[in-house]
């Protein structure tokens, strides 16, 4: 394993130029341009909002400018995560010609998929901080935990992202299923609502590593307050168990992957 990182390091000047080739092949002919990187988290807090004032009117409690401010600290993160599964899940048979030609490490593209869409997620941010100043929402000494929580998605994210590449790989149908687990796990992971909201059932909702990063960030930007140390733990112990188990598996296969294409 300590190998495989070290030869992808070797390789760090070719995972910077696909992920700039990505990044330029995604926006150079494109109409809206760079606004394509905020539509899809403008999409989901639209709905969020939605959802939220369904809720309110449920609940005869107003909508507070507050609750937009949390959908958009949520939207924002689980954009990146399902933008970073869908073009992972593509990046290895989309570019067959440089698999089967040349050897290094094929785990290049699946992470030069994610950071392409964390590209995304940092122009995105900037959205997220006009929505914060117009809601009013102050700054805080919780804002330190921010990059923690953000490296802790990112890595549960390139972990399952190198895997879904693989087995997309052997399996030509896995891509339809990760459109079809997208779809539906927006509304079982606490991005529109908070996890609080189902009482006893939280914690089963919280099973979900991305749930516990995303209420975090939730507590740590709009509440100003520490996160759920047990379930940041939790989430952390996931995340690193996925990557690691995700590029073992990764460096198993990857001698058939030229056969199998």
Same mark, same amino acid.
């Given at each position: 394993?300590i &190998?495989?990182?070290r030869e992808? $390091?070797?390789h760090?000047?070719?995972?910077?130029m696909?992920?700039?080739?990505?990044?330029?092949?995604?926006y150079?002919q494109?109409?809206?341009g760079?606004?394509?990187?905020?539509?899809?988290?403008?999409?989901?807090?639209?709905?969020?909002?939605?959802?939220?004032?369904?809720l309110s009117?449920f609940?005869h409690?107003?909508l507070?400018?507050?609750d937009i401010?949390?959908?958009s600290?949520?939207?924002?993160?689980w954009?990146?995560f399902a933008?970073?599964?869908r073009?992972?899940?593509?990046?290895?048979?989309?570019n067959?010609?440089l698999?089967t030609?040349?050897?290094f490490?094929?785990?290049?593209?699946?992470?030069?998929?994610v950071?392409?869409?964390?590209?995304d997620?940092?122009?995105?941010s900037v959205l997220?901080?006009?929505?914060?100043?117009?809601?009013?929402?102050?700054?805080?000494?919780?804002?330190?935990w921010?990059?923690?929580l953000?490296?802790l998605?990112?890595l549960f994210?390139?972990?399952?992202?190198?895997?879904l590449?693989?087995a997309n790989?052997?399996?030509?149908?896995?891509?339809?299923?990760v &459109?079809?687990?997208?779809?539906f796990?927006i509304?079982?992971?606490?991005?529109f609502?908070?996890?609080?909201?189902?009482?006893k059932w939280?914690?089963?909702l919280l099973? $979900?590593?991305v749930?516990?990063?995303? &209420?975090?960030? $939730?507590?740590?930007v709009v509440l100003h307050?520490?996160?759920?140390?047990?379930?940041?733990?939790?989430?952390g112990g996931?995340?690193?168990?996925v990557f690691?188990f995700?590029?073992?598996i990764f460096?198993k296969? &990857?001698?058939?992957?030229?056969?199998?294409?």
């Amino acid at each position: 394993m300590i &190998e495989f990182f070290r030869e992808l $390091n070797q390789h760090r000047d070719l995972l910077y130029m696909i992920t700039w080739r990505d990044i330029r092949i995604k926006y150079k002919q494109s109409v809206m341009g760079i606004m394509w990187a905020v539509l899809m988290p403008m999409l989901i807090t639209s709905a969020g909002v939605l959802v939220k004032y369904g809720l309110s009117l449920f609940s005869h409690k107003p909508l507070d400018v507050s609750d937009i401010a949390t959908v958009s600290v949520k939207a924002i993160p689980w954009a990146f995560f399902a933008a970073s599964l869908r073009f992972s899940t593509y990046s290895l048979i989309s570019n067959v010609s440089l698999v089967t030609k040349i050897y290094f490490p094929r785990a290049i593209f699946p992470i030069a998929a994610v950071l392409s869409q964390l590209f995304d997620f940092c122009i995105a941010s900037v959205l997220l901080i006009i929505i914060l100043g117009i809601a009013r929402i102050g700054l805080s000494a919780y804002l330190l935990w921010v990059p923690i929580l953000v490296g802790l998605l990112g890595l549960f994210t390139t972990g399952v992202s190198v895997l879904l590449s693989a087995a997309n790989l052997f399996y030509r149908d896995v891509k339809y299923l990760v &459109e079809v687990f997208l779809t539906f796990a927006i509304f079982v992971t606490p991005v529109f609502y908070d996890a609080s909201l189902f009482g006893k059932w939280a914690n089963l909702l919280l099973l $979900n590593p991305v749930a516990p990063i995303l &209420e975090a960030l $939730n507590s740590c930007v709009v509440l100003h307050k520490a996160p759920d140390i047990e379930w940041i733990s939790y989430a952390g112990g996931v995340s690193l168990f996925v990557f690691a188990f995700s590029f073992a598996i990764f460096r198993k296969v &990857e001698p058939l992957f030229a056969e199998r294409i």
